[in-house]
């Protein structure tokens, strides 16, 4: 049974993908669809900072320089990244066991004013600090338990400490405090967490890492919804090569946002479609 119209689910992909969502979220808006009007949105790690932009009603062109890249700037640990996902790829562990392995290699070693940095710079990209009256899923995983968490503005958790915990990615960003437990990246759930969109009728699906894997997981996730229409949306050739090898480079951040905007043109057809599809059967 469908109890949502359109749902917008925003997929992990680092600063460069967080840029290429906004540019393409601009794009889109600039020519007529705001993907920000979507009845659910869901939003992991990149995609809860632009999730979060987008709900709250924010001016995306602001995150088109790279001065907004400079938000996205904490000290990272290569090491520690390559060991995670190694746990990741090792397919004789279960995954809640995978998990809290990850959230042992997260918590070694946490900086109090790492973490401070990390929640202002997501506080700058967001630039708003309530969550908006729409529906808003953020998704993160406790690094102590290992369990997935999904917080929305009934949650009592502040809506920037949300993003920040969402995006915070093992080796690239330091676990945030809740509540005294600390959270890591809501990628580690499910990827962009697809089915957190169960019931709706429409989703569009913005994934940033489409090129890098597999579809079979988010298959198996948009089979759960059981959405009459589904569009899925990732990164066309231009824009991987605007991306470069490292999701995390932020010298792309330009190049990347200036492909999603470009990119934004071609596939304005496809989503309005989807879009104004179900708000005329509203």
């Known amino acids: 049974m469908h109890t949502i119209d359109r749902a917008l689910v925003l997929g992990p ?16 808006r600039r020519d007529g669809v705001d993907p ?6 869901v939003g992991t790690s990149a995609g809860a900072i632009v999730a979060a ?18 938000a996205h700037r904490v000290e990272a ?4 990244t390559g060991a995670v996902f190694a746990v990741l790829g090792d397919r004789g562990l279960e995954p809640g066991e995978a998990r809290r392995r990850v959230g042992r290699l997260a918590l070694d070693g946490t900086d109090p004013s790492a973490e401070e940095a990390l929640i202002a710079g997501r506080a700058a990209l967001i630039g708003a600090d309530a969550w908006p009256d729409g529906r808003l899923l953020i998704a993160a995983v406790c690094a102590t338990t290992g369990e997935p968490v ?9 809506l920037v400490r949300a993003v920040a915990a969402s995006s915070a990615f093992p080796g690239a960003a330091p676990p945030v405090d809740v509540d005294g437990l600390r959270y890591m990246d809501g990628a580690l ?6 089915d957190l969109a169960a019931g709706a009728r429409t989703v569009v699906v913005i994934e940033p890492m489409a090129h890098l894997f597999p579809r079979e997981s988010l298959d198996r996730q948009l089979a759960e919804v059981g959405a009459d229409t589904v569009v899925t949306i990732g990164p066309d050739p ?3 090569r605007a991306f470069g090898s490292d999701l995390g480079d932020l010298a792309a951040w330009e190049p990347a ?15 309005r479609s989807a879009w104004r599809a179900e708000a005329g059967a509203l």
């Open 238 to 240: 231009a824009s991987v």
């Open 13 to 28: 992909g680092g600063p460069v993908g967080t840029a290429w969502m906004a540019g393409l979220a601009h794009g889109l």
């Open 257 to 271: 946002y200036q492909a999603g905007l470009r990119q934004a043109g071609d596939v304005l057809a496809q989503f």
């Open 77 to 80: 640990a290569p090491e520690r």
């Open 36 to 41: 920000g009007e979507a009845d659910l949105i």
């Open 150 to 158: 999904v917080w929305d503005r009934d949650s009592g958790v502040p």
């Open 189 to 194: 759930r499910a990827g962009a967490n697809a």
């Open 53 to 70: 932009l987008l709900a709250t009603g924010q001016d995306l062109g602001r995150l088109a320089f790279s001065t907004r890249a400079a």
